[in-house]
């Protein structure tokens, strides 16, 4: 069994960058499938709306977090600055 544990800051995913958003999905893919855990903190969008957010990339985002976690990998998000100015 794999014990890597990887860890992701400050994407600020937005429409406006569909590179990262790219690179992101590529990661949850591959690398993250052959670790035990994935921290993501700080800001994963730049601006976030709730997780039932449609907009794109979210929809994406979203369905390749449950994918991995479905597969074993756990998955952690810890709240950026941005979600705190949004309440």
Known sequence: MNQEILFISDLHISLEKPEITRRFLAFLQNRATKAAAVY???????????????????????????????????????????????R
Do not use: C, E, H, M
């Open 40 to 86: 993501i903190l700080g800001d994963l969008f730049d601006a976030w709306i709730g997780d039932d957010d449609p907009t794109p990339p979210n929809n994406k985002i979203r369905k390749q977090l449950k994918q991995l976690t479905d597969s074993g990998t756990q998955v952690y998000l810890q709240q950026g600055n941005r979600i705190a100015y949004t």
